[in-house]
Structures are given as C-alpha cells and as structure tokens.
C-alpha cells in the first residue's frame, strides 16, 4: 500500500499563487507517476496535472497550462504542484493520486484525504 498525505491549500485572492505538497510513504517503489486531480463543487472529477518519476515527462489539464507546475523531490517521495494566477475557477478540493502508470496513462490507484483550495474574486 502507498499512502499519501497532501498540504499547502488554503484561502487566496484571484490572482495569487499557492503550492500543494503530496507525501508518499509505504511501498512507494511501487509507483512511477503521481498526480493531481480536483473536484469543485457540482463538478466532475478533474485530472490537473502529472509526473512520471522516473523521467519527469509532465502532463496537465488544458485549463491550468501555463499557471500550474507540478514537479518532485525523489529524496522526500514528494510531489508539488505550484499553482499561479489562481482564479475562482480554481476553487475544489485538490487530491493527490499515485500509481504504476505507463504510456501517459494519469494515477488513479492511490489516493489522499485531500486539501481545499478557495480562490476569491
């Protein structure tokens, strides 16, 4: 099993910026991406952004390239993902996913609790 705690969410105006952090720990050789989704309200799940750690290749989501950055520290088993020019839009709940990916496939195996994000206008 992995297990991963997510940090870093909070309350910003537009236009501000705030880094996630995502912890993982147990059989973490188990896994070579990690990932980023998010849920607002009334909103389906939503892939945001993600990395194999074993070559850095990055993927995100159309509506946060070029504000978002998602990268890792190997010797901390932790993944960031740097968040600028916030917009309301942006408000959810931000979950950190990890797994055994391949091809460009996102995480979906494992799981955090989750971390809020709120951006005001």
Known sequence: QVQLVESGGGSVQAGGSLRLSCVASGYTYSVNCMGWYR?????????????YLDGGSTYYARSVKGRFTISQDNAKNTVYLQMNSLTPEDTAMYY???DSCRDGSWPYN????????????
Do not use: D, K, L, M
Request: charged fraction near 10%.
């Open 96 to 98: 950190c996913a990890a």
């Open 39 to 51: 849920v607002a309200p009334g909103n389906e799940r939503e892939g945001v952004a993600a990395i």
């Open 110 to 121: 494992y799981w955090g609790q989750g971390t809020q994000v709120t951006v005001s206008s």
